[in-house]
């Protein structure tokens, strides 16, 4: 099995920055990829970014390319995901999410196996 934990979800206005963690324990060997995924109140839970484990191929939705970066730290086992010029729509619980299938990318929040407890962002007008 794999546990994810996040962190550094918070509170910032419209046009800030915040830097999410997720942090990757247990089987991590048998990890393909690493994603972000959002969800919103009222609304399905939706793809933000992801990363491969090891080869560092990166994809991201349309909505966050040019201001959300994704990268990982293999000494760490951690994939981070870089929050700039965030907007009031960014506002949701984010959640970090893996899979173990040789599959790239994927982006339906069903493909991913392993799941975080997810970490609350709020971006203010």
């Known amino acids: 099995q794999v546990q994810l934990v996040e962190s550094g979800g918070g509170l910032v206005q419209a046009g800030g920055s915040l830097r999410l963690s997720c942090a990757a324990s247990?089987?991590?060997?048998?990890?393909?990829?690493v994603g972000w995924f959002r969800q919103a109140p009222g609304k399905e839970r939706e793809f933000v970014a992801a990363?491969?484990?090891?080869?560092?191929?990166?994809h991201s939705a349309d909505s966050v390319k040019g201001r959300f970066t994704i990268s990982r730290n293999d000494a760490e086992n951690t994939v981070s995901l870089q929050m700039n010029s965030l907007k009031p729509e960014d506002t949701a619980v984010y959640y970090c999410?893996?899979?173990?299938?040789?599959?790239?990318?994927?982006?339906?929040?069903?493909?991913?196996?392993?799941w975080g407890q997810g970490t609350q962002v709020t971006v203010s007008s």
């Open positions: 990363t491969t484990w090891r080869a560092a191929y990166t």
């Open positions: 999410a893996a899979y173990s299938a040789v599959a790239w990318p994927r982006t339906g929040a069903y493909e991913y196996a392993y």
């Open positions: 247990g089987r991590t060997f048998s990890l393909y990829a």
